[in-house]
């Protein structure tokens, strides 16, 4: 599975997270135990975005462990956890919270896997002066990997933080969500060595009505809605190290389906070959 192109950079398509009971059918092979499901991914998939560190710190035991399963030029971005972005505490309590997370995914930074940490900040987060400087702190408190930055709200939209995160070294994520008032727009932006893309789902209906977080992702995108990235994707490869696209569309499976999808349209591999070699279902799901 190459990840080369035409340009500079290195491109990786992968999903935001792999452990998920319901892929096993659209993904994994039916009866597959998780404990399988990621030396499975990682033969289909070049990274993989972990995101259960939001939700609770990492562990060195656990990290160090993934990073021995998955075979060499593997990459994997890490989600900051929770307190980090979204439930900031006091400097007391935030230094050490960043300590403990250090801790945790230096096993994987030791062992050259891990490509980034991601720092998504809730829509909540606003534009201010403080906010910005805390945002351009960040990869200087954790060190331990570079730093790319998710905005969910429009204030952040502004030249002066692009030109602010190209001063700093910190990465930009660019998002592909639902066009609604507020949320931040389908920007194409490199800011440092890392570029990054994250594919959420365009559930405009549910991305604020929803009982349940994971209806907000419950999407599939077809190739007309995909095609555009694909020369984004290009020009951003001409202009960085490194360009990550994540699908964090991962209900039924959809993630893998559409990342699977997207490796074809950047030309990264045949789907005929893939769907040949039984490595995926590439046929998507009817809305």
């Known amino acids: 599975m190459s990840t080369e192109m ?32 990621l030396e499975y991914y990682a033969q289909k998939f070049p990274c993989v975005e972990i995101d259960f560190t939001y939700y609770r710190q990492p562990s060195a035991k656990t990290m160090g462990s993934m990073a021995g399963r998955v075979p060499p030029g593997f990459r994997f971005a890490v989600k900051a ?15 050490k919270e960043m300590a403990t997370f250090t801790e945790g995914v230096l096993p994987m930074a030791e062992a050259g896997v891990l490509a980034c940490v991601l720092y998504q900040f809730p829509w909540s987060f606003k534009y201010t002066k403080d906010n910005l400087r805390y945002v351009n702190s960040l990869g200087k408190s954790l060190s331990v990997a570079p730093a790319v930055v998710e905005f969910r709200n429009l204030s952040w939209a502004r030249d002066d933080v692009y030109k602010s995160l190209i001063d700093s070294g910190t990465g930009f994520c660019c998002v592909d969500e639902p066009n609604l008032r507020g949320l931040f727009p389908r920007v194409s932006l490199v800011t440092s060595n890392q570029a990054y893309v994250r594919f959420h789902g365009r559930n405009a209906a549910k991305w604020f009505n929803h009982k349940e977080a994971w209806e907000r992702y419950d999407y599939l995108y077809t190739d007309e809605e995909m095609m555009p990235w694909v020369q984004k994707i290009r020009d951003m490869e001409a202009k960085a190290d490194e360009v990550y696209v994540l699908f964090n569309n991962c209900h039924r499976g959809q993630a893998a389906v559409n990342a699977a999808r997207m490796q074809a349209l950047l030309g990264l591999g045949e789907p005929q070959e893939a769907e040949a070699k039984g490595l995926f279902p590439l046929e998507p799901y009817q809305r």
Request: charged share 30%; hydrophobic share 25%; proline share 11%.
């Open 81 to 95: 956890h929770r307190t980090i972005t979204h439930e900031i505490p006091g400097r007391p309590e935030l230094e």
């Open 6 to 37: 035409a340009g500079r950079g290195k491109v990786y398509v992968g999903t935001a997270g792999f452990s998920y009971k319901d892929w096993r059918g659209p993904f994994y092979p039916e009866g597959m135990e998780p404990r399988q499901f």
